[in-house]
């Protein structure tokens, strides 16, 4: 409800936005095709393997929600599996299955993904099981109470961990407004509210051509998978992209404001190990500052080089998992450092993460650093890439975005076009009042 | 030089293609190399002409069961101090190198193995052969590094037993093992760690990291012949006999329901159930395989089936069961409501029962055998996925275990599932652990 009028505020408001830059460019061995009612497609062949994915992507995750309905993409990802009007769960699963392949998803705060990976051969049944659930989902009350009792157990599950725990209170101290501070799996009282009737309107809503990308990849050539593409999901609901869609995209950098001031939360957890996150606001995916900030974040702590590896673990021992991410965004993005530590080095692990930070805004980076940063981000990039799924989930992804699937070819130049100059720009335009969110146990200093 | 490498790659066995579907997209079909040097150095190469990435695997057979309780995590601890400096790199030096070449490194150490891996582009490969055989030979296990890095491996054990699932792991190993070194925990005790000396790591290092201990493995876009003799003389100067190595006691047969049960700050039950299973040379590990993919893998498992979506007593179930060189456990993990863990004891023992007792349909031996099949192609279609998977087979059975592992696995009859099952869920013997809220806590 809060939600609604703040939105209602700033659409007015409005300020224009730096648009992502959309290129049409075709990539060689991919092609991008929409289909009458709406639904973008993205086919690349990759005949090295004998296998095809098949991957939806669509936009409904928790950057949609808000407190009330917090978890429903998560819950209603779950429904899917568990039987369309013409199948039940137990054959869906048979189905895939018994062909040697394999039915995934995952949400995101942005997006929900559900893709099958089979081999070639049975490519045309993996589509009819995939276009099956993203149009007839049964939503059986039986399930919704299967469902129900598993969402409830994700949440804890996810609270169990201290890790997980202190990366929620982040989200929650960093977006006061935005619906990003909300988890994927939901509140307990969000979950326990949520009814079937909820769910299918939300399904109806969302699950829609226009608001979805397919990617095929693998081996196929574009013609079959077009043409399969063509008849197996022509089916799908045609309606528009969800309003608040479009409108969220005017408004929601007014919605995470830089914070005034530093803050920090912290809960107390009888727990072996203190665990610490520690990050700023940072930009959208097609933000003209987003490569600079990528190699600002390898030069922070991507890697078993980077600086807080080598200042907070090589060098003192302090930690061992301690890293920063750069968070790529339909909205409003991070930037995170997070470590977990010994509880008496708790205060210390944070002044070298903060002195760290204030390296970036007052020294230039060498030369030479910026060039291995860049390298390293090149170099992982194209080995991230090496499955098939990811290679099918890249493109998706930032289609799906608004920076266009060919962002993904795009990127490496972009980085390589990185100064010193523009890390330092970015460190000190971006890494200001920082929000830090700690879990302890109460001893911790 | 050149022309006796090729002399002797020549002797070597060229074994047949482990996959052999060939794809419609016409890629020449893998080919798989293994040799062994003079000094018993085994090297493995597979072409992968269809990428630019190779991936570097180098595999010591040394894991927590070569240890004792004095020199428990030992192995794991060696394997940090790999990064940290030889004769000719100051510590630190190795990761940056790799990662100024865009390439990414790391290691795994587990009961049975340790392993170090780095992939990069294929044209990096003399570099990062370079950096790892030098880690791997000429570790200098500096006093200083030592006590820096033993903070390191301690925070690694807090972060383990922060998480529950994990941690429930842990407790069931020591649960369920008396006799045998699989009772240890890969990381140690957070005591031993900080009091173990650098001579204990050097032992280990000197006993351990020999040639006829260790395997390369490369897998990308590389000629066989001409990796091989790379690694060749990347290791010709390599020595060294293995340490005596104390036979392992055999572990008895469980005696009973053995349980442990620790209340913790947690919101929901997990429990893990542990069955004495097959070692990966044992001819009943194929079908055990299929028997995890029947029970608790994929959406269609019949646990899942049962526990979650007809009898809703737990909300995650799934089944593992690593290949081993020594027998491992069976292990069926679940998460509950708190209140629920008993009931769900109770209802996975029921489904064992119904596998030993009513044997398995032919779908659901389809559906299990397809699937693993089928997970087991994807995960070796990259160029470490693969190199993981030959690295692993001939570390912990032979090269033939990966070879001929899908064609194993067709063969794998409903009998076969039925017999194993048998074998291995006796419901008077085995071992379970339980993490759950205090009593009277919270809900």
């Known amino acids: 409800m809060r939600l609604v009028v703040v939105f209602a505020l700033l659409a007015v408001l409005a300020v224009a936005v730096p648009t992502p830059r959309v290129s049409s460019g075709q990539q060689p061995g991919m092609t991008r095709h929409v289909l009458d009612n709406g639904l973008v497609v993205i086919i690349k062949e990759n005949p090295s393997s004998d296998l095809v994915v098949t991957e939806a992507l669509v936009r409904a995750g928790p950057r949609l929600e808000d407190p009330a309905t917090s978890g429903t993409t998560f819950f209603l990802r779950g429904m899917l599996v568990r039987g369309t009007e013409r199948r039940t769960g137990a054959e869906i699963a048979q189905t895939i299955e018994s062909l040697g392949g394999q039915l995934g998803g995952g949400t995101r705060a942005d997006f929900t993904t559900l893709y099958t990976i089979t081999p070639s051969r049975h490519v045309d049944v993996a589509m009819e099981v995939l276009a099956d659930l993203l149009t007839n989902a049964r939503v059986d009350p039986q399930d919704v109470e299967t469902q129900r009792r598993v969402s409830l157990s994700r949440i804890n599950q996810n609270a169990d961990q201290p890790l997980s725990r202190a990366l929620d209170l982040f989200n929650g101290a960093l977006y006061p407004y935005h619906p990003y501070a909300q988890s994927v799996f939901g509140t307990a009282e969000s979950v326990n509210a949520l009814t079937r009737a909820q769910l299918v309107e939300f399904y109806h809503r969302h699950f829609t051509a226009p608001n979805m990308v397919l990617v095929v990849a693998g081996n196929i050539t574009q013609a079959a998978a077009l043409e399969k593409v063509k008849r197996v999901f022509a089916g799908l609901r045609a309606d528009p992209v969800p309003r608040r869609i479009r409108w969220l995209r005017l408004v929601e950098r007014a919605l995470a404001p830089t914070p005034g001031a530093s803050l920090e939360v912290r809960e107390s957890r009888s727990i072996a190990a203190a665990w610490i996150t520690l990050g700023y606001l940072g930009v959208q995916a097609g933000h003209r500052d987003f490569s600079a900030l990528r190699v600002l974040n390898a030069i922070l702590g991507e890697g078993l080089s980077s600086r807080l590896f080598v200042e907070i673990r090589d060098k003192r021992g302090l930690a061992y998992q301690v890293s920063s991410s750069l968070a790529l965004r339909a909205g409003p993005g991070f930037i995170r450092l997070s470590a977990g530590t010994d509880p008496p080095n708790l205060s210390t692990v944070v002044a070298g993460m903060l002195r760290e930070v204030e390296r970036l805004r007052t020294e230039s980076p060498p030369a030479d650093e910026v060039e291995k940063a860049k390298r390293g981000i090149i170099g992982r990039y194209a080995l991230a890439r090496e499955d098939l799924e990811s290679q099918a989930f890249y493109l998706g992804w930032y289609e799906i975005l608004g920076v266009g699937y060919d962002y993904d070819a795009r990127f490496p130049q972009e980085i390589a076009q990185v100064s010193p100059a523009d890390v330092q720009r970015v460190a000190r335009q971006y890494l200001v009042n920082h929000v830090l969110a700690i879990v302890a146990p109460p001893t911790a200093r | ?443």
């Open chain 2, 1 to 443: 030089m050149q022309g006796g490498v090729i002399a002797a790659l020549l002797a070597t066995l060229f074994l047949p293609p482990a996959l052999a579907q060939a794809p419609a997209g016409g890629r020449v079909a893998p080919r798989l190399l293994r040799t062994t040097l003079e000094n018993g150095l085994t090297i493995i190469v597979e072409e992968s002409p269809a990428t630019d990435i190779v991936a570097l695997h180098t595999w010591v057979r040394v894991g927590s069961k070569d240890e004792d309780d004095e020199t428990n995590g030992a192995a794991h601890f060696l394997e940090h101090m790999l990064f940290k400096g030889t004769a000719r790199r100051k510590p630190g030096e190795m990761d940056r190198e790799v990662e100024g070449l865009g390439g990414v490194l790391n290691a795994g150490t587990s009961v049975d193995w340790t392993y170090y891996y780095t992939v990069a582009a294929g044209r990096y490969f003399d570099q990062i052969l370079d950096l790892q055989s030098d880690a791997i030979m000429n570790s200098t296990i500096d006093p200083a590094e030592v006590d820096r890095e033993r903070r390191v491996v301690i925070e690694e054990i807090n972060r383990r037993d922060n998480f529950p699932g994990s941690r429930t792991f842990e407790l069931l190993r020591a649960t369920a093992f008396t006799t045998h070194p699989y009772r240890r925990s890969v990381l140690g005790p957070r005591a031993g760690i900080e009091r173990m000396s650098r001579e204990v790591l050097l032992g280990f290092y000197r006993s351990h990291y020999v040639p006829s201990n260790i395997t390369i493995v490369v897998v990308g876009n590389v000629r066989a012949s001409e990796a091989a003799a790379k690694v060749r003389r990347a290791y010709a100067g390599f020595r060294g006999a293995p340490g005596l190595r104390p036979a392992r006691p055999a572990e008895p047969p469980i005696d009973g329901v053995r349980r442990t049960v620790v209340e913790q700050d947690v919101r929901v039950a997990y429990l893990a159930m542990g069955f004495q299973a097959p070692a990966a040379r044992d001819r009943d590990v194929y079908a055990a395989d299929v028997l995890m993919y029947l029970l608790g893998r994929g959406l269609g498992g019949r646990l899942r089936q049962q526990l979650v979506e007809r009898s809703r007593l737990a909300q995650t179930v799934a089944a593992s069961f690593p290949s081993s060189e020594d027998p491992p456990l069976f292990v069926i993990s679940a998460v509950t409501e708190p209140g629920a863990a008993d009931r769900t004891e109770v209802a996975i023992l029921a489904e064992l029962a119904a596998v030993r007792e009513g044997g398995i349909s032919e779908a659901e031996l389809t559906r299990a055998r397809n699937l693993l099949e089928g997970e087991h192609v994807y995960g070796t279609h990259t160029t470490r996925g693969r190199a993981f998977d030959l690295g692993l087979a001939e570390t912990i059975a032979d090269l033939e275990f990966a070879a001929g592992y899908t064609g194993r696995i067709r063969q794998v009859t409903r009998e076969d599932v039925q017999r194993v099952a048998r074998r291995i869920f006796d419901p008077q013997r085995y071992a379970i652990s339980v993490i759950r809220p205090a009593q009277g806590a919270g809900r």
